[in-house]
């Protein structure tokens, strides 16, 4: 899986800080990636009600490159990193359906969110996240704790009991966790089920393990890795925390499946001490 254009949004351009901008230098170089920082604006008010079509779109166009200016200054720090970045600038609304146009038209490997949320008018916490990571062409890593990376591991959190059309799913979680794993100076990568109480995949965990240990010898992850919990979504949080865990990551169906919201990832955003990354099946069609 190779990760070579990536896409970050910055939502607040006085709020992103030096962390984010040395997580964001880490991964470009390990990955010999392009960036793309992308700022969504959009502010009626600058537009006053007697301006005429031509005069409204003058004035559009003169905040959009205030912005755009802005932009280039948090991209010359990265640019001292001997990173390659790019810097775009839209007035669109609402925030998140204009950074799944923007992904849609300029079609980046990964799209990067600085911060935990979109901005502070959701309708739920998590909620528009959710909805990004499911209408989205392209994985989605959430940059959401301010520790600096360290050897921590990379959490691949795999269905117990994937339905025969989510094989490529778990394919693609595990890859997308070894993508970040060798662009995090070869981090470890583990593989982790969690099964709810009751639920007969609890019965059957022998065969859930041996599934898991397939799959991570496909991947040349070692046996010793792959771990099978017993708990609730908020488990895949604790595991996280005990493990030290720099991302997770897990699937999502497509908004083409009727997916309305990502209510695990909403509780995630919230109890997560960790990155998130969302991938969807690589077959997955965006809306």
Known sequence: MLWRRLMVVVCELEMLPLHALDRLGRLARGLDAQLELFHCV????SVPAWADRRQAADLIAARVEERRRRLERLADVLR???VKVETSVRWDLPTYEGIVRRAQRNKPDLLIIPGAHLNSGLRAPGYREGRLIAECPAPVLFLKTAEVYSRGCIVAALDP???QTAADLQETIVGAARTLASALAGSPVCLLSVVSPGQPAERGAAEIGERLRRLAERHDIPAGDVHIELGEARSLALYCREARAQVIVLGAPGAAHGDCGNPL????LETLDCDLLGVKARRAPAP
């Open 265 to 268: 990832v909403e509780t995630l």
């Open 161 to 163: 009991q994937p339905a």
């Open 80 to 82: 001292d990193q001997s």
């Open 42 to 45: 959009y502010e009626p008010e």
